[in-house]
């Protein structure tokens, strides 16, 4: 499938690279291509600066948003919260048209310091937003609840997570969960229609302030069903 | 420990005949003694009317909110989310100083059908109302992301879930944890002061989404941690 993902941080290129290797084409887009070929600092958890990671990883295609969203049967966002529903206006809200979209990001805002405080209201969860915002897109919430590297080799030494997901439409989430069983994940909760996107997103702030209180950023939550 | 219970519901019920079964001295409180004793319709879930289960349950003693309050070392809420704050009130501010008081409730509102919608904004969820109450209490939030027979019984097929709680002081915390690993519990999850309650009333409503949707309701989270 072709795929186009929104973001080069950490998420972006842990996912590409991951998608490419299940042979998936995959395109990162971002702002803007030559700013992104020029960084030459580290990023988020001593991440190699895109351009160093890129020759590591030369089946990645890398454009603009527009073009990523336009390459991509599928787009999955990867941008920070906060800036996705800008990253979807550049990319092109036609671009989204009738697409699965898999939004992994969560609505945290950075500006009061650490840990991220809460910057979604009931109602208006990131997923629910981004829905309203491409409304002929289907919007699948996944993978906010784990950082990147569970997100493509979800198994733990305690067990297997649970992949957790809302969205409206049931063929997409479908769609979804079949790529993210071919990364390893082995059972979905459905947590229902796009706006239970909310209780996703306010689940990962627990995540959020245990990782931020224990330095700690692999663990995943699981649902014992018995 | 003598503990004292406010709530004669399910939850009520099911940890008092927990508790005394471990050797401590239980009471139950409850709005009206009289009442209580009269009720012939079972409870939720089909559970036996109080006194049909107090006939089984012949060491739980039974009072008033007021005598459960101030019998209690310890003091567990198990009244429904609304209605805590005024059962408190019942019960006599002045029987909580000191204590520690485990919060087990949820904001759940009930008033427009089921599932239940979530009944508390960021940064006042009900643990943190009712730490607010009663302030020279030590509130600690626990056991509201289970049901009252994974409380006392929460070893699970798949696994044991992880004890997830919130408060500000931390020999409260202790307290309640010695109490919950009698019960059972075999690792907890400390949220942090009691302002984190919000996360842990949030991951309920997926709890109770995901059982409302599948008339399921012994599942609990774990967080995988390695």
Redesign the interface.
């Known amino acids: 499938m072709k795929i186009g993902i929104l973001g080069t941080g950490i998420v972006g290129k842990t996912l590409a690279a991951k998608l490419v290797e299940l042979g998936h084409e995959v395109m990162i887009g971002t702002r803007s291509v030559a700013e992104t070929i020029a960084k030459t600092e580290p990023g988020m958890m001593g991440s190699p600066p895109f351009k160093e990671w890129h020759a590591g990883n030369p089946k990645v295609k890398l454009g603009t948003f527009a073009e990523a969203g336009q390459f991509g049967e599928m787009i999955i966002l990867a941008t920070h919260g906060v800036a996705t529903t800008n990253a979807i206006d550049q990319a092109g809200k036609n671009n989204f048209k009738g697409k699965v979209v898999v939004d992994t990001t969560n609505p945290l805002d950075f500006s009061q310091g650490m840990p991220p405080k809460?910057a979604a209201?009931?109602g208006s969860s990131l997923g629910e937003q981004i829905q309203k915002h491409i409304p002929e897109a289907k919007v699948v919430k996944a993978f906010n609840t784990v950082n990147a590297f569970v997100m493509v080799s979800p198994k733990?030494?305690?067990?297997d997570?649970d992949l957790?997901i809302a969205g409206n439409d049931e063929t997409a989430k479908s769609k979804f969960i079949s790529l993210a069983e071919q990364m390893g994940w082995k059972r979905v909760?459905d947590?229902?229609d796009i706006s239970?996107s909310?209780?996703?997103e306010?689940?990962t702030?627990?995540?959020v302030?245990?990782g931020f209180?224990n330095n700690?950023w692999?663990?995943?939550?699981?649902?014992?069903?018995?």
Chains 1, 2 share one sequence.
């Not at 733990?156 to 067990?159: L, Q, T, V």
């Not at 692999?218 to 018995?226: E, M, Q, R, T, V």
């Open positions: 809460f209201a009931l733990r030494e305690e067990g997570p957790f909760i947590a229902g239970h909310y209780w996703l306010a689940m702030m627990f995540w302030y245990y209180k700690h692999s663990h995943a939550f699981k649902l014992l069903l018995k």
